[in-house]
């Protein structure tokens, strides 16, 4: 199994880099985390067809993570038709606010009506099984009303635990033990708003952390300016991770 970073940046394109999303090329399903604004570009770019998609995860509503859906329905709509249904899962509200997102994009008729896409809810703490990938989703501490998730992913004999966005907690202590790859946010070094990682937090669980790898992603400019001192791998556009 391969996942491929499509996109490891902040909200802001610190450095230059793509939104999130992060492709997992398994033998018999394709599939996303999160679907940032630049998840089409970044997927031509490394030479990937959209329609091998399966299933894309969304971690939570904001732009930087799920923004790149309407690209992708476009692209269904109008370059190459993706026969089988899209399966798209992610927290509460997530079909309203795609439905509403693509309509403020591309509405009107006929633009309006999305090609084949099945909504699935993930709700806090109940495992779920979409098209055959098994995902146990659980609420973190980043948005104050609207549910952000954690993601751990079971499929095919491996396990990704991939944080979304969020201030760090011991939960990710809890879910990384055993995980071949934990992919986890740290958008600061020691400032921030608390609402994301800080990688001196990161630090101090180190210890506890018993995931077989482990790679920081959803870098911000603190975190760039700082790559030379980091004692955990940081992703990069285009890179591939074998798990
Ligand atoms: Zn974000
Ligand atoms: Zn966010």
Request: net charge negative.
């Amino acid at each position: 199994m391969k996942l491929h970073i499509l996109g490891c940046g902040d909200a802001f394109g610190s450095g230059g880099r793509n939104q999130s999303a992060y492709l997992v090329e398994a033998d018999d399903r394709f599939f996303l985390l999160d679907c940032g604004p630049t998840t089409l570009l970044a997927m031509k770019r490394a030479g990937i067809d959209p329609r091998r998609l399966d299933v894309v995860f969304i971690s939570h509503l904001h732009g930087d993570h799920f923004g790149g859906l309407p690209f992708l329905f476009i692209e269904f709509l109008y370059q190459t038709r993706h026969d089988k249904p899209l399966h798209i899962a992610g927290p509460p509200q997530t079909e309203e606010k795609v439905r509403q997102l693509f309509h403020l994009m591309y509405g009107g008729s006929p633009a309006s009506e999305l090609p084949p896409v099945n909504f699935h809810i993930l709700q806090p703490g109940k495992s779920a099984v979409i098209e055959g990938i098994e995902v146990l989703p659980f609420r973190v501490p980043h948005q104050t009303h609207e549910i952000s998730l954690g993601l751990k992913i079971n499929h095919a004999g491996k396990q990704i635990l991939f944080s979304g966005d969020s201030a760090w907690s011991e939960l990710f202590v809890e879910h990384a033990r055993g995980v071949d790859l934990f992919l986890c946010e740290c958008s600061f070094y020691d400032q921030g708003t608390g609402s994301h990682v800080r990688y001196i937090e990161l630090l101090d669980a180190l210890p506890q952390l018993e995931c077989k790898k482990l790679v920081l992603t959803h870098l911000g400019e603190e975190m760039l300016a700082r790559k030379k001192e980091l004692a955990v791998a940081m992703a990069e556009d285009g890179m591939v991770i074998e798990i």
